[in-house]
């Protein structure tokens, strides 16, 4: 009268990940070079023999950095014998050290890193300053030129809110079914020459923070008044609005699960 | 009645120097390696062809970076031709990426950046988390374990005065005569988990910052105990204090001029 042997649930996992995206072709490799996903799961594979697949909560773009990507993998149970303190330390062992997990925790049954997702944060620094600080130069966009900081706020509010954003993210060829997205903060910093832009919200389109940071720059010396935002998001046509920041000044600061995050202030109209 | 032909005597220049010490053997070359100087020198030769020599205010140690180093340099007048606002932006154009003359100015003609100096500011930067960020990895030491900054605070309050800090500088060979200096400024601020410390004083002996902060970080984690600052300073023995913190984390912020900088605070006693 023995049950039949089943074999227990595989056992999953999240990764906390940071990475200075510099020398990679972001998280997803590309034809040429080399993904951080990919690097992961080599180090993954050093201790689990059934070489699990790593499922990120973003594909950031190449030389894009992050510092709160969230990933997950399943392995059988039986290979899961180091304790969970001591993953982390493992995993980074067998990484080079412009990638690093941050923290790796058990994760529910069905946990899934990119739908579950709820919200995003965002920063992207600007050096603004006739010459770029050499500290920066793998960090930062250096802008020279002047910038009306007052309008560029001005220029944000317009954007926060549910919005159709086709004209903020670069074409990759196919046709975009939905560019709906509700951007809840889109706040800009100044502390001397270094400004930061805060951008969260429920999702980002491909290079969409890029393309509000560059429009908001060129707003703040000038090249558009603010309330030419408005025409772009109604027009729906990245033709209309401005040009893409530079890869290097974005962060993936941190991904949100569940409730809406604290910061989440509902869009006025 | 024509009068003699004199010389006009060399048009002087001040330069404010960043840099990102990663790549260099400091600000002057060693026997192997690359300094920033000779790199400036040269740059400065495409421009002037009497090859001018440039002294540094201060001569960082391999791997420490800059963002305000003065030096100073001079030519014959004939060969001052550019605008002086084109200056460093020509100096630039010849420089690789993570060096960077911020300001060119003229300098009263008997302007020595190394002598006319009356003090500096250094900073240095501590990750103090189980996993280090990997976008400061060349700009912060990593520090795992847990710091008590209160404890570290009160250890630096004692180092602020004039004293010998014999312990707290590398030994070069020679024997240091002079080993008085006076510190007006040992703080240490915490932004999550980052710390920086801020030194100001009239001079720094060889790796004297970099042996400050080893030794307040190990005071920190419970290896000195607050009291021993003061047997360290009496002892004037490098074996007496704690480690150096590596180069990585040290900036040269800051070269003041003239007189003492506002945030001098008269040491007690």
């Known amino acids: 009268m023995s049950a039949p042997r089943q074999t227990p649930p595989p056992v999953r996992f999240k990764l906390t990940i940071a990475y200075d995206g510099t020398a990679y072709q972001g998280w997803q490799a590309q034809r040429v070079g080399t993904g951080v996903q990919e690097l992961i799961e080599g180090a993954l594979a050093k201790f689990f023999p059934s070489r699990p697949r790593l499922t990120g909560s973003s594909r950031t773009d190449t030389g894009v950095h992050a510092l709160g990507l969230v990933a997950q993998f399943a392995v059988p149970r039986a290979e899961f014998r180091l304790p969970i303190r001591k ?89 975009l079914e939905d560019a709906v997205r509700t951007l809840w903060r889109c706040d800009i910093t100044r502390r001397g020459a270094l400004l930061t832009f805060v951008l969260e919200g429920d999702g980002f389109l491909y290079k969409m923070c890029r393309g509000i940071v560059g429009t908001l720059v060129q707003t703040g010396y000038g090249r558009f008044p603010v309330d030419a935002i408005k025409t772009m998001l109604a027009r729906k046509n990245r033709c209309m609005a401005g040009m893409n920041a530079p890869a290097r000044g974005l962060v993936l600061w941190r991904v949100f699960y569940g409730r809406r995050p604290p910061s989440f202030r509902r869009p006025k109209g």
């Open 87 to 175: 993953l982390a330390l493992a995993i980074n062992s067998a990484l080079p050290a412009d990638v690093r997990v941050l923290r790796a925790a058990r994760a529910p049954r069905h946990f899934q890193a990119r739908f579950d997702a709820t919200g995003k944060q965002y920063r992207y620094q600007v050096w603004n300053s006739p010459t770029m600080n050499p500290l920066l130069r793998a960090y930062a966009w250096h802008v020279p030129q002047p910038l009306d900081l007052t309008v560029m706020r001005a220029a944000a509010k317009m954007l926060v809110g549910r919005h159709d954003f086709r004209s903020f993210t670069a074409n990759r060829g196919a046709p």
